[in-house]
């Protein structure tokens, strides 16, 4: 069976962002920085878009295309993973609402998700590392939330495609030096470097099972031309 062909269109200027999703996906990834522009080719199996310290409704020349070219792909049935900064990019892209929420969200934190088949394997509430101050906060009309907690939705599936707000692909070293670099009281980020131990990265690894649910997915879908079945449901063929 040949790996399947993923886009992981960057939108960070964290180096570890590619390092990390390298390391989660089996796949063969096209990498592009989405800063620079987006494919001009829709040849992929699925697609992949990260978190960025960027707001989806900024006015940066860089945005529009991408939310664009996701909309485009979820048109064309290619399944796409978006990751914080992604998943609110999937939810502009698909006629959703994303906005400031006022506060911020950072540390481990639980989670609930629901029987989805990017959660298969992971139970509910699941310990997630988060970092965000925006959130979706109305769902595309086709969406069905499948993820949330205190601070709202935390993941939805359209189809093949799915956002999780969280960041499943951090390692502690990644969880470290973005909770450093936080515009945040020094009380609070020492209380989130405090809580980045082995215990909590062993619980969160538990959600990483969903890359390999979602690879599945594209695999799924590339060979069947159908739809990620539903833990007990049959794929279509």
Not at 155 to 168: E, K, L, S, T, Y
Not at 188 to 206: H, K, M, P, Q, S
């Amino acid at each position: 069976m040949t790996r399947p062909r993923i886009a992981l269109l960057d939108p960070s200027t964290n180096s570890d962002t590619r390092r990390n999703f390298r390391r989660e996906l089996d796949a063969d990834l096209a990498e592009f920085a989405a800063r620079d522009g987006v494919p001009d080719t829709f040849a992929f199996d699925g697609a992949v878009v990260p978190g960025s310290r960027a707001s989806v409704y900024w006015d940066e020349p860089w945005i529009d295309p991408l939310v664009e070219w996701v909309g485009t792909a979820v048109e064309r049935d290619i399944p796409v993973l978006g990751v914080c900064f992604g998943h609110q990019v999937l939810a502009a892209a698909l006629g959703g609402t994303v906005e400031d929420m006022g506060s911020y969200e950072i540390g481990y934190r639980d989670v609930e998700v629901d029987d989805d088949p990017l959660f298969a394997g992971v139970e509910s509430p699941a310990t997630v590392f988060t970092t965000h101050s925006d959130t979706v906060t109305e769902l595309p009309s086709e969406a069905e939330q499948i993820a949330e907690n205190d601070y709202g939705v935390h993941g939805f599936r359209v189809g093949n495609a799915v956002g999780v707000q969280f960041h499943p692909e951090y390692d502690p070293a990644t969880a470290r030096e973005v909770a450093s670099g936080k515009d945040l009281p020094d009380e609070r980020i020492d209380r989130v470097l405090d809580g980045i131990t082995e215990t909590n990265y062993a619980a969160a690894c538990e959600a990483k099972t969903l890359f390999a649910n979602f690879t599945e997915s594209v695999r799924e879908v590339r060979d069947g031309g159908g739809t990620a079945a539903r833990p007990g449901e049959a794929a279509d063929d």
